[in-house]
């Protein structure tokens, strides 16, 4: 069953730390991206990968760090420098020239 | 950089009555312009997307229209349905071989029957 998963769906962290959510996607896609959703901001880019070992900052990309070892995965760490990381994060990807398909997000929450 | 404005924030309708909803965008660059569904707790999908070189496209109750000049683009539903209640985003793109999609802040629709 092709498709994209986030994990974990849910996320709490203490100031100060570190956490890391993950995205794997088995659809054979090249670029793959991570978005964060905040209430009436819509959809801005953090990073976006267009092939593996090589990404590119998106538009937000302070207090984040990515990496691309595989096709498949593309985690995202939230860095103790994310000044507000409470939000929705969605991962993405899509082959070239087509749609995006999304996960189903993780919600991380600051304590 | 591209910068995409969506109106309205909100919109309510009455069960068989069509929605607007309306995007404007800054970079003339761009020339591929979808639009993504969001129903409550769910992923956003792609409902219909336009690319640069059509004016008008449309599935069934859904269409889109793009006005290249005016850098506008709208979402037209008609006969709406309950169903149809979520949060709807534009977004756009210079479409250079992967989708680095600059979204407008959403529109969320309610649909009452």
């Known amino acids: 069953d092709g498709g994209i998963t986030q994990s974990p769906k849910y996320l709490f962290r203490k100031e100060g730390q570190n956490v890391t959510l993950s995205c794997e996607q088995n659809?054979?896609?090249?670029?793959m991206y991570w978005y964060r959703q905040d209430p009436g901001q819509g959809l801005r880019l953090i990073y976006y990968s267009q092939i593996v070992n090589d990404f590119q900052k998106g538009d937000i990309a302070e207090g984040y760090s990515v990496s691309r070892e595989k096709k498949e995965s593309f985690p995202l760490t939230v860095t103790s420098a994310q000044k507000n990381p409470t939000a929705f994060y969605l991962c993405?990807?899509?082959?070239?020239?087509?749609?995006?398909?999304f996960g189903e997000g993780s919600r991380l929450t600051v304590l | 950089g591209e910068n995409v404005e969506q109106h309205p924030s909100t919109l309510s309708v009455q069960e068989g009555d069509s929605a607007v909803i309306k995007c404007t965008y800054s970079?003339?660059?761009?020339?591929?312009f979808p639009w993504y569904k969001q129903e409550l707790g769910k992923r956003p999908q792609l409902i219909i997307d336009?690319?640069?070189?059509?004016g008008e496209k449309k599935d069934q109750r859904i269409a889109v229209t793009l006005n290249k000049t005016a850098k506008h683009f709208s979402l037209h539903i008609t006969e709406t349905q309950p169903e149809d209640s979520a949060v709807y985003f534009c977004?756009?793109?210079?479409?250079?071989?992967?989708?680095?999609?600059?979204f407008g802040t959403g529109t969320r629709l309610l649909v009452s029957p």
């Open positions: 336009i690319r640069s070189n059509v």
């Open positions: 659809l054979n896609h090249d670029a």
């Open positions: 977004a756009a793109s210079p479409n250079t071989g992967f989708q680095k999609l600059v």
């Open positions: 970079d003339s660059a761009s020339n591929y």
């Open positions: 993405a990807s899509s082959p070239a020239y087509g749609e995006l398909f």
